[in-house]
Nanobody, 122 residues
Framework: QLVESGGGSVQPGGSLRLSCVVS????MGWFRQAPGEERVGVAA????????YYAESAKGRFTISQMNAVKALQLQINDLRPDDSAVYYC?????????????????????WGQGTQVTVSA
């Protein structure tokens, strides 16, 4: 079971660190869903090599990392903006293709957490 934590309310320009218990899957990812919108991929990591993958919109402000010692997947978000407000989900999946890589498509992920709310407002 995947369990996210670390969401909350923050002012624009602030930072948050989201955490999720690592499941042991080949790929772990962070996704977000704003009200009335589809769920979209933010970042993913291939757990054996720690290769990271980012959506174009996430490059520069989002950092995905895996903390093996505490079996935690983290997403550091800096310079938060109001349009970052969404429910953020942690998910797990097998790797795709050869060489193995991780998708940012929600349909490629089979295991999901319950989500954690991030609200950015002044």
């Amino acid at each position: 079971q995947l369990v996210e934590s670390g969401g909350g309310s923050v002012q624009p320009g602030g930072s948050l660190r989201l955490s999720c218990v690592v499941s042991g899957a080949n790929c772990m990812g962070w996704f977000r869903q704003a009200p009335g919108e589809e769920r979209v991929g933010v970042a993913a990591i291939y757990t054996s090599s720690k290769t990271t993958y980012y959506a174009e919109s996430a490059k520069g402000r989002f950092t995905i990392s895996q903390m093996n010692a505490v079996k935690a997947l983290q997403l550091q978000i800096n310079d938060l903006r109001p349009d970052d407000s969404a429910v953020y989900y942690c998910a797990a999946a097998g790797a795709l293709g050869w060489p193995p890589n991780c998708s940012l498509m929600p349909n490629d992920y089979s295991w999901w957490g319950q989500g954690t709310q991030v609200t950015v407002s002044a």
